[in-house]
């Protein structure tokens, strides 16, 4: 009897800070799952290391660059081969295209990426394929498989294509998909209003989650003088109210300093923020950190502070939580399933400085609240957040799919 063999599709092989997708993929293999990563684009040199490409060697493809020739003898091969596939799938790609010349120029561009990916799953005989994130691969996916003549599913974060509903297309993902997995409750909500599916068992929630061992625990400390953020530098992180908390506590007497990892394209504006309010010499800007580092960070951390306008569940937070440094995070989406306000951590309003600095002051002066919440947090995502424990649900819902 062959193996069952499942494919996971991304539009960009994981940046080195994407730990939580490449964790999910290693559990399932470690499960005895027959897992090949195809990944449409290979990562930018500054996204990831040659050690960690060297890692992922064996077990990855990637479908572009390719040249002109080689996908118009792909192309007709497919054809030959069937047809029916191959011209009912650039039907649903028409029917699915963005409205105007540059829609349909975009959507050519991904049923010729689901081209490529349908002969390779031909090839190597994949049962079933499985996307993360559902936006411009999830195309791809829903338009490969369709090619290829097998399942797909998708696992879906949340805000990033919830912004364009409509011509993300979620409606047809959802329904042409065997299963949809969705990573929080709040993201399975929506994902029920734009696809008009009102059947929640159609959508199974699975957590991301850690390698918990990967986390030494410590107990907060007795003093706060270092708060921590690990977040992609870009305007939905909402950085820009952290860096005026730090101001607002600066001037009611708390002398503390921020360290941010991470970065994108608000670094400069932030920089300038800093310096507009005199707090330059109490920021640091890390950069990009390996998930090692990351750690280490943690362990000298007293605070995490998380001001995101979107999140999906924050992995950063789950990660602070999971060593035992207190949380405050803003109360949006899916992190409430995570924090329990009052309980494993603080939740407050999004974009508020204010809120965020009270919030300080209150982790501050109540050191046995900060203890008592990090090992009710350390307990939290040992028991719902756990990547071995999750990843056995995805697990069986994929193995589902192939019988």
């Known amino acids: 009897m062959s193996r069952t063999k499942i494919a996971y599709l991304l539009h960009r092989f994981p940046a080195t800070t994407d730990t939580f997708i490449k964790r999910e993929i290693r ?8 897992v090949q990563v195809i990944s449409v684009w290979k990562p930018l040199p500054d996204e990831t290391t040659p050690d960690i490409l060297a890692e992922w060697n064996e077990d990855t493809h990637f479908i572009l660059p390719r040249s002109p020739l080689s996908v118009a003898r792909i192309s007709l091969a ?24 540059v829609g349909f120029a975009y959507q050519l561009f991904y049923f010729l990426e689901a081209v490529l990916v349908a002969d390779l799953l031909r090839r190597n005989t994949v049962n079933h394929l499985h996307n993360h994130i559902g936006d411009q691969s ?8 369709s090619m290829a003549g097998i399942d797909y599913s998708i696992t879906f974060h949340g805000w ?3 912004f364009d509903a409509k011509y993300s297309r979620i409606k047809e993902k959802v329904l042409g998909a065997r299963f949809t997995r969705s990573i929080s409750y709040f993201c399975r909500s929506q994902l ?3 696809s008009d599916c009102d059947n929640p068992s159609a959508f199974k929630v699975v957590h991301c989650g850690l390698s918990i061992a990967k986390y030494p625990f410590r107990p907060p400390r007795a003093q706060i003088e270092r708060l921590f953020c690990a977040a992609r530098l870009s305007p939905e992180k909402g950085l820009m ?15 503390l300093e921020l360290r941010l990892a991470g970065d994108g394209p608000s670094r400069k504006a932030l920089s300038d923020l800093a310096e507009e309010l005199d707090v330059s010499d109490r920021v640091s800007f890390l950069g990009y950190l390996s998930e090692e580092k990351i750690i280490d960070e943690l362990q000298a951390a007293d605070l995490f502070v998380l001001p995101s306008f979107v999140e999906g569940i924050p992995v950063s937070a789950m990660e602070a939580m999971a060593v035992g440094v207190p ?4 109360n949006i989406a899916g992190t409430s399933e995570l924090i329990d306000d009052g309980r494993t951590g603080i939740l407050v309003r999004p974009s508020d400085a204010q809120s965020l600095a009270d919030a300080v002051v209150r982790m501050k002066e109540d050191h046995c609240f900060r203890l008592s919440a990090s090992y009710k947090a350390r307990e939290k995502v040992a028991t719902e957040f756990e990547v071995d424990q999750e990843t056995a649900k995805l697990n069986s819902y994929l193995l589902e799919s192939c019988r």
């Open 327 to 330: 949380v405050i995070a803003t």
């Open 160 to 162: 990033p294509v919830f």
């Open 27 to 34: 559990s399932l293999q470690k499960a005895g799952t027959d």
């Open 78 to 101: 497919l054809i030959l081969r069937s047809p029916r596939q191959f011209f009912n799938a650039g039907r649903l790609a028409l029917k699915t295209a963005r409205p105007g010349f």
């Open 192 to 194: 029920m209003m734009f």
């Open 241 to 255: 109210f952290l860096i005026h908390a730090l101001a607002i506590l600066r001037d009611r007497g708390h002398d």
């Open 138 to 145: 999830g195309t791809v996916t829903m338009l490969a498989a």
